[in-house]
């Protein structure tokens, strides 16, 4: 029983030593030897058959045996656990010598960088910012703003209509009408309304169905077109650059008298004549003139009490002149190519 107890200990602990190199191995040994079935489980359900001088001695060994085969596994199991987690570190460690992954972030859109410019330097002259529905009545799209059915106006806008007397917005005019509704009769108002306008043309270079449109009013008593010049060149001073020059040409619109195209020299070749320009030196950047008398009465101001200007950019062309954009369709066109030089 003796010889039979050493020779299952010795060969135990040579296959553990010799050729288990694995956990699973080392779970199926556990088992052939230590198991409910096992071969030292087995022996120590003999102890019953033997000899009652015999019993505690072969007891004591079995115990012993089974004792030093727990032990033997307990560490072949630490090795083989420090074994695999090595491996995985191996396998998994990372290089700090290499460069780093770059990490995709997302940024604001060039018409948002230059709306939000926009928007900060006319904040900072006092001016409020309004907003209003982009599907539009007639009446506020054009009869509050001076242009009645039949006026010969109308054919300058060609329109996206809903139904006879719903569409989309052709301007962000009738924010003004509907914030002049708003106040109280001739109370002061110092408001621009920034937001997406819709009109029948073509899409290329230059035009687009849709377009993002900023105007601003300006009412109070007094008001005179000195102060829409002075508002409308710090404007562009400052969102373009100090030195840059400044006109006003006369113009006609429908809700302003009396009405001007307003110019910069030319951001390209600053006033020397270029293929931008075509070679005048000067580029059309907005419209502006001071506000009819029939637009104040139709709101229900009094234009004997109250004046006051007007005057409409788009931010497009504003983000093309500003970042050197010869082509209107890369605002739209989603170009992650194009779209990652606004940082």
């Known amino acids: 029983m003796e010889e039979k107890i050493a020779r299952l200990k010795q060969e135990a602990a040579e296959v553990i030593r010799k050729h288990v190199d694995s956990l699973s191995q080392l779970n199926d040994i556990r088992v052939q030897y230590l198991g409910k079935k096992g071969e030292i489980t087995s022996l120590l359900r003999g102890l019953g058959q033997l000899s009652k001088e015999d019993r505690p001695r072969i007891g004591q060994i079995v ?56 928007k900060s330097i006319f904040m900072d002259m006092g001016f409020s910012v309004e907003e209003g ?65 819709y009109r029948r043309d073509d899409y290329d270079a230059t035009h687009s169905p849709m377009f993002t449109q900023v105007e601003g009013l300006v009412i109070d008593e ?35 008298e009396p009405s001007a195209e307003v110019d910069i020299s030319c951001v390209m070749c600053h006033g020397q004549g270029c293929r931008v320009c075509k070679g005048t030196g000067w580029l059309e950047i907005l419209g502006a003139g001071m506000v009819h008398p029939h637009v104040l009465e139709m709101s229900g101001y009094d234009p004997e009490k109250v004046s006051g200007f007007a005057f409409g950019m788009g931010v497009e ?20 190519r194009f779209l990652q030089q606004f940082k």
């Open 133 to 197: 529905p982009e599907i539009e009545t007639d009446y506020y799209d054009f009869e509050a703003l001076n242009l009645p059915k039949d006026h010969p106006a109308r054919d300058m806008q060609d329109s996206f209509y809903i139904t006879e007397d719903i569409l989309m917005r052709t301007q962000t005019s009738p924010v003004q009408a509907r914030t002049m509704e708003a106040h109280e009769p001739n109370s002061p108002i110092r408001m621009i309304a920034p937001g997406r306008v």
């Open 63 to 118: 115990n012993e045996a089974r004792a030093q085969l727990e032990a033997l596994i307990e560490e072949k199991n630490t090795q083989l656990k420090a074994a695999e987690l090595q491996q995985k570190l191996d396998n998994e460690k990372i290089d700090i010598t290499l460069p780093g992954r770059k990490a995709w972030a997302g940024h604001l859109h060039p018409l948002t960088l230059t709306l939000n410019r926009i």
């Open 317 to 336: 062309r504003i983000a093309m002149l500003s970042y050197g954009i010869d082509d209107l369709r890369l605002f739209y066109d989603n170009d992650v």
């Open 222 to 256: 007094g008001i005179c077109f000195s102060d829409l010049k002075g508002t409308l060149e710090l404007f562009l001073h400052k969102i373009f650059n100090e030195n840059i020059g400044v006109r006003f040409r006369p113009s006609f619109f429908p809700f302003t």
